[in-house]
């Protein structure tokens, strides 16, 4: 069919959608749009990530945030980049990630 020197598609020619992806991440099958991530799971919702002026700021937060609840993820650790860290998942699932640079030696 023809309108205007056009061709139309007929009825039973699918119209092409945005393109899609099938991601097995859990046992769950979904599809997503090419190119966006799949819906996250429970604890990769969101993430904080707060910056203390001290490692010992970061030690005192680890464990306040772990007496009122909260899951160790990763334990506390001096990396070799010069930072002290740690996370951990607070009551509803949220990743909590606490840093501080550590102090230069001269």
Partial sequence: MTAGGCTAPSPATPTPGP???TSR???T????????APPPR???R?????????????DDLYAALLETGGTPRRP????????????LFDPDGLEVTLVATL???P
Avoid at 49 to 54: A, K
Avoid at 76 to 87: K, M, N, T, V
């Fill in 19 to 21: 393109a899609t992806s």
């Fill in 76 to 87: 506390l650790q001096d990396a070799p980049w010069g930072e002290r860290y740690g996370s």
């Fill in 46 to 58: 969101q993430s904080l990530v707060f910056y203390s002026d001290t490692p010992a700021e970061v």
């Fill in 103 to 105: 102090p230069t030696t």
């Fill in 42 to 44: 429970s604890h990769e």
């Fill in 29 to 36: 099958r979904h599809s997503t749009p090419t190119g966006v």
């Fill in 25 to 27: 991440r859990s046992s």
